[in-house]
C-alpha cells in the first residue's frame, strides 16, 4: 500500500478528533469534501469516508488507506490531485493559528512573492 495513503488516512482520522485552528478546519474540511465529491457514486466508498469523520479509530484508518490507495492505483490523476491537496491541509494545519502557509503548484513562470503580511510595495526590477 502507498505510505502517503496510510499516513494521509492516520492523519485525517487524527484531525477529526482534532480541535483545529481555522485555516486548518478549512483546509481539512476542502480535502474531504474533495473526497466526498469524489466518491458520491459509490455507497461503500462513502460509508468508509462518514465511518472515519463519525467514527475514528485505526479500524477506520486502515479502511480509508484501502479505498484511496486503491483509488490512486485506478486513477494516478487522482492520485496526484490528492497529493496536491493533501500538502495544502498538511501545510495549514502545521502552520496554526498565527503562522502562515504559502505553496505554489503546478507550472509558474515569472516572479512570486510569498508573504504573510507585507508594509509597502513589491517591485520585480524595471524602472
Known amino acids: ?5 496510510v499516513t494521509a488516512a492516520t492523519t485525517l482520522v487524527a484531525w477529526t ?3 483545529l485552528a ?7 474540511s476542502a480535502l474531504i469534501d474533495f473526497l466526498r465529491d469524489r466518491f458520491r457514486r459509490e ?7 462518514e465511518g472515519m469523520l463519525h467514527q475514528p479509530s485505526q479500524d477506520t484508518a486502515r479502511a480509508l488507506a484501502q479505498l484511496l490507495d ?16 493533501w500538502e495544502q491541509a498538511n501545510a495549514a494545519v502545521a502552520a496554526g493559528p498565527d503562522s502562515v502557509a504559502n505553496s505554489i503548484s503546478g ?10 503580511d507585507i508594509h ?5 526590477g524595471g524602472p
Not at 509597502?120 to 520585480?124: A, K, L, M, T
Open 1 to 5: 500500500m502507498d505510505p502517503l495513503m
Open 17 to 19: 478528533t482534532t480541535e
Open 22 to 28: 481555522q485555516g486548518g478546519r478549512t483546509a481539512v
Open 43 to 49: 455507497p461503500e466508498a462513502r460509508e468508509v469516508i
Open 70 to 85: 486503491r483509488e490512486v492505483r485506478r486513477d494516478p490523476a487522482f492520485g496526484a490531485e490528492f497529493q496536491a491537496r
Open 107 to 116: 507550472d509558474v513562470s515569472g516572479p512570486v512573492v510569498q508573504a504573510r
Open 120 to 124: 509597502g510595495g513589491i517591485s520585480f
